[in-house]
């Protein structure tokens, strides 16, 4: 598949994004293949809340938008990759560094390509815990996707001529 970019790229522009510096998050590995990536988001002063524990926003944020820049990097310039709609669930307060591994299984990417070939949407959903440094569960946030090969790569045009932004669909 082409390469839409390569993740030493990837990690190095999203370790300097302001949303993620200002947050403490650091991207600390993308696998070359854009199948696993490794978040950090250190406990610092500025993003405790009242409690002196991550700020849930932080916790929300460090999600955002892996999964989606982890698509687009799999599936290339072929495809619209947006998030669509997400949620999180608190465990237990965040009192360390924080930690999220994602992954995209074989199995999952296979069903993404199956159900896209002809130009349909898929919404697949990912599910990432993220951990404390004792690696206990903190919180838990799903995420679904929007994925539709474009119309130009479709093996069947759409007579529509239906693009990728209809509604409700968020920016990442």
Do not use: C
């Not at 598949?1 to 302001?18: D, E, G, H, T």
């Not at 090969?149 to 093996?155: A, G, V, W």
């Amino acid at each position: 598949m082409y390469r839409f970019y390569r993740p030493a790229i990837v990690k190095f522009a999203l370790n300097l994004w302001p949303p993620f510096w200002g947050a403490g998050i650091r991207i600390v590995r993308i696998s070359e293949d854009f199948r696993e990536v490794q978040i950090k988001l250190k406990l610092r002063w500025w993003n405790k809340n009242a409690n002196r524990t991550q700020y849930g926003g932080s916790i929300f944020s460090l999600t955002d938008p892996v999964y989606a820049l982890m698509l687009i990097g799999i599936l290339g310039k072929e495809y619209y990759v947006w998030d669509k709609q997400a949620e999180i669930h608190f465990i237990k307060p965040g009192n360390t560094d924080l930690y999220a591994d994602f992954l995209i299984s074989e199995d999952l990417l296979s069903q993404i390509l199956k159900a896209t070939a002809n130009g349909d949407k898929f919404f697949p959903e990912f599910v990432v815990q993220v951990k404390n440094t004792r690696g206990d569960v903190v919180s838990e946030v799903k995420r679904v996707l929007y994925v539709r090969k474009k119309p130009q790569y479709r093996e069947v045009q759409d007579p529509d001529g239906e693009e990728a932004l209809d509604e409700g669909h968020a920016l990442s």
